[in-house]
């Protein structure tokens, strides 16, 4: 299985910065994919950025150009620097792995989240 700690959250105002981490731990012996999602009141999760096998990322339109997903695959973590921060970025930012097991195959696994709020 695979715990996921998120890390980097909090109040900052629009135009600043925030870095988010998610460190991962468990048994599978590969990780393929690595992403962080988001959902603001009244609105859907959505995908905001994920890194896959090969190192190949992809963005929303909405943070592209402004946030960089990146990866220290030693220390299976992910991380996601945003920058030029806008009030509409404020969401819960929740990670994902899609990960290879020995015995129960590939699955996805979440964490427990961590709130951005930009204010005005």
């Known amino acids: 299985q695979v715990q996921l700690v998120e890390s980097g959250g909090g109040l900052v105002q629009a135009g600043g910065s925030l870095t988010l981490s998610c460190a991962a731990s468990?048994?599978?012996?590969?990780?393929?994919?690595m992403g962080w999602y988001r959902q603001a009141p009244g609105k859907q999760r959505e995908l905001v950025a994920m890194i896959i096998s090969g190192g190949s990322t992809n963005y929303a339109d909405s943070v592209k150009g402004r946030f960089t997903i990146s990866r220290d695959n030693a220390k299976n973590t992910v991380f996601l620097q945003m920058n030029s921060l806008k009030p509409e970025d404020t969401a819960v930012y929740y990670c994902?792995?899609?990960?290879?097991?020995?015995?129960?195959?590939?699955?996805?696994?979440w964490g427990q989240g961590t709130q951005v709020t930009v204010s005005s």
């Open positions: 994902n792995i899609n990960a290879d097991f020995l015995v129960v195959g590939r699955r996805d696994y």
């Open positions: 468990g048994s599978f012996f590969r990780i393929n994919a």
